[in-house]
């Protein structure tokens, strides 16, 4: 089993900037893959950003690719640096964890584990 707590989010004006963290805990929590996801409401969730278990392969949606960078510090803290935001850009933020470690897959389906979620607003 894999717990991860996001953090992070809140109300920002667009233009600004968030940075979200997700921590992983559990057995083998380290050997995971890491993605965030987000959910708008009324609409479906979709991909944001995904980081291999060792930090050297990462992968981005369009939507924000150039103003979201994903990182990690360690293989149990995934970062989300959110720069430029957009009304657009406001949705519950998920982290989820693949246990494929190299694997920065857009599919939701292929991630095993997925935390509580934590609010992002942009106002515009």
């Known amino acids: 089993q894999v717990q991860l707590v996001e953090s992070g989010g809140g109300l920002v004006q667009a233009g600004g900037s968030l940075r979200l963290s997700c921590a992983a805990s559990?057995?083998?929590?380290?050997?995971?893959?890491l993605g965030w996801f987000r959910q708008a409401p009324g609409k479906e969730g979709e991909f944001a950003a995904a980081i291999s278990w060792n930090g050297r392969n990462t992968n981005y949606a369009d939507s924000v690719k150039g103003r979201f960078t994903i990182s990690r510090d360690n293989a149990k803290m995934v970062y989300l640096q959110m720069n430029s935001l957009k009304p657009a850009d406001t949705a519950v933020y998920y982290c989820?964890?693949?246990?494929?470690?190299?694997?920065?897959?857009?599919?939701?389906?292929?991630?095993?584990?997925w935390g509580q979620g934590t609010q992002v607003t942009v106002s515009s």
């Open positions: 989820a964890a693949d246990n494929r470690g190299y694997s920065t897959t857009s599919d939701p389906l292929s991630y095993n584990y």
């Open positions: 559990g057995r083998s929590s380290s050997d995971n893959a």
